[in-house]
């Protein structure tokens, strides 16, 4: 499992890179660089000389240097991205461990070898053979989440809306789903252009975009896109009969999609040729075609449209108001309005004098052991009555943005005096005329590492490693291969990670006592695994309590 998220995320991240390339060269007409500062800055990370260099010579240098870690044979030599983002002690104690990948493909495939029949028995070999696999994940989604903010922009707050509701009757709705922003990018683009051919087929609101899933994410961080929903009621946007195209690229996309869309008019439409669907509609995208192939889309949408049954439309009247778009630059941002200077310092403070008790990160997914969303609201709602600070991404961050937890009135209603007062002041700062949202959205799943960026920085200016800090993360519904290569590197980089689903090793007791209590040994960071969402509510409370204590704080 950890190699199969490890290589989605990867794959993901090549994708990017190799765009990234080409748009260097020149090829891509269609993409250009929106963040060049981002793009210096991570030169400068990578070691890339920029002096003299035209910005497109930079662009692609940085994602030739970016594709090194696809390709390294040298296995002294750790991937560029994890050691550019980690604290230089956990990249010490990682390559000590023999944890630091080399190479992702070389890691995935390795994984893929040892686990074959007849190979690795030895469970703590197989176990760190894994998070050398989870370690590869992170490196491929920072690669892909840094690449994408150069490409299209570093996300910054904006104000949207979530859940059912988004869909519109008025208009031609065109649900955006999957995780890989290259597509969707350019619907958004071109729907602008098409929105009056909406409208002359009768669609008096022209044409409505929404997200499902991370491309949803994706779009709703940069664009202000809203989200129809997260991965378990994806069918339901379909099921509102309003819902006049699906198109989606890769990953958590359920393959039962085209058969609800046949009991409705709704044009379900793959784009990616290694993800088709048995029913699906399939128009081939490659960037160098990507206008042709939005217009494709978005014409499917509109001819969708005229064949609408208005007997078959019931859209549920429920969305929420959402703030969302904070990447560790716009939380860094905010913070530098009370502190020009020093950004970090305000944040620092207030988590030494406790007014902000700790840091905790919710990823993953959805999953059908659970009641969908509910752990993460009650898990949330117990954090922030005890002042810690709640960050989001993934189908984490949609079940946030759909219940309500992303915006103002969350702060006030559900947190506690001290975290309210600090994220007042910061939001008062930053213009907002009052707090930051209660859960601050940072991204899809594979912006997780935004998350790091943020927490490496404090943990470099404390001069401690991440391990010590009074950070942890939650995969309350975690699900998907990649959620399971996600947490386990969260414990890999120190952070004691909950599950609140129980992962498939419960077989072996030697491999349940080693993520539990052996990866504490380890890496500091490791499992707690509780499927009762108030307790681990509780539960990371006092690990957070404890955390403070061994930091003197
Ligand atoms: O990447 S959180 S169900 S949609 S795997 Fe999938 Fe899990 Fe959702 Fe996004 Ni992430």
Redesign the pocket.
Known sequence: MMAAGAAAHSEHGRHIALAMQKIGKGLLPAYRIRDEDKLYRIAELLDIDTLGKEMLEVAYDVATKTLEDYQNQDHHKGCHWISATLPDKRVDLLSRLGALPHNIDATVSQIMARTHIGCDAEPKNVFLGGIRGALADFNGMSLATELSDVMFGTPSPVVTEANIGVIDKDAVNIAVNG?NPLLSEIICDIARDMNDLAKEAGAEKGINIVGI??TG?EVMMRHGVPLAT??LSQEMAILTGALDAMVVDV??IMPSLPQVGNCFHTEVITTMDENKMQGARHISFHEQNAVETAREVIQCAINAFTRRDPNKINIPNVKQTAVVGFSSEAVITALSNLDAVDPLKPLVDNIVNGNIQGVALF????STQTVQDESYQIIAKTLAANNVLLLA????A?AFAKHGLMNQQATEQYAGDSLKAVLTQIGDAAGLNGPLPLVLHMG???DNSRAVTLATALANRLGVDLCDLPVVASAPE???E??IAIASWGVAIGLPTHLGTIPQVTGSDVVTELMQEGAKDLFGGYFIVETDPKIAGNKLVEVIKAKRQGLGI
């Open positions: 995780h899933c991370c994410n997260n991965y990953q958590c990823a993953g997914c959805n991404t993934g189908c984490g949609g899809s799943c594979v975690a699900m998907s990649k959620a």
